[in-house]
């Protein structure tokens, strides 16, 4: 479980096809501190460490394997080399709940329409399918690339949905965010509570 708090951006090292994909990613973390087999939710996808040192500049490194299902249901070309990815370790029992819940399952993908400055904060614009735009509400919470964001505000466009959210300074310094264009590709996950909730209703219903 995790809360949406990017705690640091790690770099794609090594990414070597093994029947799954094997994925070598520096980063800041003290790796003393992190188990084998602990989670890791890299720009949203929930991974598990399965090796992990400490590289020649001092920096941290873990390996994890990313399925085919996983790579198929995430946004294209995350998993190559040199792919800067927003990590995030799982929450633990007493740690401050600041994001809100996250589970690390990719619920879609979502389109960068607009990124737009306002003030110091940037605006961004995301169209996402029909199968998704249901769960995104006007003042809900949402997951991009790991992290959760609040919906300003979400229009019905034919079959799909567009939604927008506000990235304060801090969050567009130290996040992938910032590197958002047009035409780019996002993890999405929509919050549990709907998910749930959906899952209610349509039993009710059947």
């Not at 799954?20 to 939710?41: E, H, Y």
């Not at 029992?93 to 399952?105: A, F, N, P, Y």
């Not at 130290?174 to 209610?200: C, F, H, K, W």
Request: charge should be negative; hydrophobic fraction near 40%; charged fraction near 20%.
């Amino acid at each position: 479980m995790f809360t949406g708090i990017i705690t640091d951006i790690g770099t794609i090292e090594r990414s070597e096809q093994r029947g799954d994909l094997r994925l070598r990613i520096a980063c800041g973390f003290d790796m003393d501190g992190v188990a084998l087999g602990a989670s890791i939710a890299c720009s949203g996808v929930c991974l598990t460490v399965v090796d992990k040192g400490v590289g020649d500049s001092g920096d941290g490194w873990f390996d994890v394997d990313a399925s085919a299902e996983t790579v198929r249901r995430t946004a294209a070309g995350m998993w190559q080399t040199g792919q800067r990815l927003n990590l995030e370790r799982a929450l633990k029992l007493g740690d401050e709940l600041g994001g809100h819940i996250v589970t690390g399952h990719v619920d879609g993908i979502a389109t960068v329409a607009t990124v737009t400055a306002q003030g110091e904060s940037h605006r961004v614009e995301f169209i996402v399918a029909g199968d998704i735009a249901p769960f995104i509400a006007t003042k809900g919470s949402v997951t991009v690339d790991g992290v959760s964001l609040t919906v300003n505000e979400v229009r019905d466009e034919g079959d799909n949905a567009v939604f927008s959210v506000n990235i304060i300074p801090h969050s567009w310094q130290v996040t992938t965010l910032n590197r958002l264009s047009p035409g780019d590709g996002v993890n999405v996950e929509i919050d549990v509570l709907a998910r749930y909730l959906a899952r209610m209703r349509d039993r009710a219903s059947s």
